[in-house]
């Protein structure tokens, strides 16, 4: 579509190389945004990435090419096309988690990533879509409609953050910005065949961010390859006065990284280095050693590591964000904003507001939190879970005395199909089996597609200790190098 | 875990969530099978009364509190997302109701 562009295949451009063309007036912001919208027009009927395409991102991108024009050095996402999942705020903008609760709320104020990307010049091409609230492992549980995986559209993305991870994977945007609570930037990303990170709880601000679990929590890049996760992380990442979780100071590890003296741990509670693999699809597991003989291969070590706690990871995860959950959404009365249903009494009004507004599963979810905070059953249910999340913590702790990171699959299988498990709570909380540790001891994690299983996509994830997303980087870069 | 239909109705009333008549049933079975579930970590021992363990807690990183915006500045915008408005006010609902018990 432009002679210009011809010479350039501008699906295979990282972010460091679209760079260096638009700052060298080889591809223009607008061209290569309109190659992202191209795709969409073409796509998105059958995928449904998206719930809002913006009409203004040519205004933003001619703004990105006449500064260059001008001679400017630019930052390095200037003018890179980028999806937003629908729970991060860009003022002015719908914002909608995906629910029938906010579907007409417009955000008053920007995120802090959203504030950072924009200083940065990057190009806010839609909002994707997700589970609502972020609660879900499919986007089946989005209020407006199931994205499908561009590799089987009989398929799920993963989710929560699906929209983001098929908008990606189907070039529908360069890269995107997704929310992990659980897993939901890495399962996607491993669904899709994509890079999915969740950083350090606490390296990225969460202001702006519509809460679901606010002690897990966290935004992450979900890109094509592991150095524009990178690009992006760093460019989000920082301490920040509006949320008092993010860590203060810079506690960044700027230690060098030498991978090949690196030791690798599996542990056995995820999967076996031999024997039986209970529960892990044959693919996963062959791709999973696969990828362990990579890293052998490149002189690092691996070692059989045992964490007790990983066992009891998703029962621990689903008494405590429950309680989270029913605690924040209590901000949905249908008084201030969003969605309001007219009831006999005030009471009447939150009670049929918040039956209209929420789908299934976040009703069950707040349902659930209430009942394990409640008297009689605190102690039992969220008193033992928070013990045992600290137990976890120290556990992680002591494994990362022997070894350098963690590694094991993403998910236990690749992709399932549409309504395959949308009846069944328990298969679907099942898929945080791998991923939900992270969040629970707040250790950064990273997934790298792994191969393939028929023509859908498998994902390994490496943990690392807080605060060491550089070793989550350059191992995955090495990864990626090797595949 | 069993859970009884009344407890479903009492915590639909806690978290202001209405709940059907035709669907007490199938929230109950999901809660069982739910708590069910999680109910697998009784297996794991823990720490008893209030000791969490050696975790180091996480520093807060607080500021000032002030606020550095203009009075004013987001009252309209916010006013906008409201669904029922009066003279410059979010408007309920009586709260106060006149009861005799």
């Known amino acids: ?60 991108a001619e703004e990105v090419d006449k500064k260059i024009k001008a001679g400017e050095e630019m930052p390095l996402l200037a003018g890179i096309p980028m999806g937003i999942k629908d729970n991060i705020l860009i003022e002015g903008k719908k914002c909608s988690a995906a629910s029938k609760m906010l579907e007409d709320f417009v955000a008053p104020y920007d995120a802090t990533v959203i504030k950072k990307l924009k200083n940065e010049g990057a190009v806010f091409l839609g909002r994707t879509n997700m589970d609502e609230f972020a609660m879900g492992v499919s986007t089946e549980h989005s209020a407006f409609g199931v994205t499908k995986n561009p590799h089987d559209l009989e398929r799920v993305p993963g989710g929560s953050s699906g929209g983001s991870a098929a908008a990606v994977a189907q070039q529908e945007c360069f890269a995107a910005l997704g929310s992990d609570t659980a897993g939901s930037t890495r399962q996607p990303a491993s669904f899709c065949g994509i890079v999915g990170m969740k950083p350090t709880y606490g390296a990225v601000s969460r202001y702006g961010l519509i809460a679901m679990a606010s002690s897990f929590d966290q935004i992450g890049p979900m890109t094509k390859t592991v150095e524009d996760a990178e690009i992006i992380f760093d460019a989000i990442k920082g301490t920040d006065p509006m949320d008092s979780t993010t860590s203060v100071g810079d506690p960044m590890s700027h230690s060098e990284c030498v991978t090949s003296d690196l030791t690798i741990g599996v542990p056995k509670e995820f999967f076996f280095l031999d024997g039986e693999n209970k529960g892990v699809d044959k693919d996963v597991e062959e791709n999973t050693k696969r990828a362990i003989d990579i890293f052998k291969g490149l002189g690092l070590k691996i070692k059989q590591v045992s964490l007790e706690t990983l066992k009891y990871a998703v029962e621990i995860y689903y008494i405590i964000t429950p309680a989270e959950v029913s605690s924040n959404l209590s901000r949905y009365d249908g008084v201030r904003y969003g969605l309001s249903k007219n009831g006999d009494d005030v009471l009447g009004d939150y009670l049929k507001t918040r039956e209209k507004g929420f789908g299934d599963e976040v009703r069950r979810r707040i349902l659930l939190g209430t009942y394990v905070l409640s008297a009689g059953y605190y102690d039992a249910y969220y008193g033992r879970a928070q013990k045992a999340r600290n137990l976890m913590k120290n556990d992680f702790e002591k494994v990362f005395r022997e070894v350098d990171v963690i590694l094991s699959p993403t998910t236990p299988s690749p992709a399932f199909k549409i309504g395959e498990k949308v009846d069944d709570p328990i298969k679907m909380y099942l898929e945080d089996i791998f991923t939900c540790a992270a969040n629970l001891t707040g250790v950064p994690s990273i997934s790298l597609p792994s191969g393939l299983s028929g023509n859908l996509p498998t994902g390994i994830q490496l943990m690392a200790p807080w605060f060491e997303e550089n070793r989550l980087f350059e191992l995955g870069k090495l990864f990626e190098k090797n595949q | 875990m069993a859970v009884s239909k009344n407890e479903v109705k009492k915590l639909g009333q806690l978290s202001r969530i209405g709940i059907k008549k035709e669907e007490v049933e199938s929230i109950q079975g999901d809660l ?12 794991l021992p823990v720490p008893k009364g209030d000791d969490l363990g050696a975790v180091k807690i996480p520093t807060n990183n607080v500021r000032e509190d002030v606020s550095d915006l203009k009075g004013g500045e987001y009252t309209r915008k916010l006013l906008e997302q409201a669904p029922n408005v009066e003279n410059g006010f979010v408007k309920v609902k009586n709260v106060l109701q006149n009861d005799q018990n």
């Open chain 1, 1 to 60: 579509m432009f002679c210009k562009m011809t010479k350039i295949n501008l699906s295979k451009l990282n972010i460091r190389k679209a760079h260096e063309l638009m700052q060298n007036g080889e591809v223009s912001a607008r061209e290569l945004l309109s190659f992202y919208l191209g795709n969409i027009k073409k796509h998105e009927k059958n995928i449904h990435a998206y719930l809002e395409v913006f009409g203004d991102a040519f205004e933003k």
């Open chain 2, 32 to 43: 069982e099978k739910i708590l069910g579930f999680v109910s697998k970590l009784k297996e």
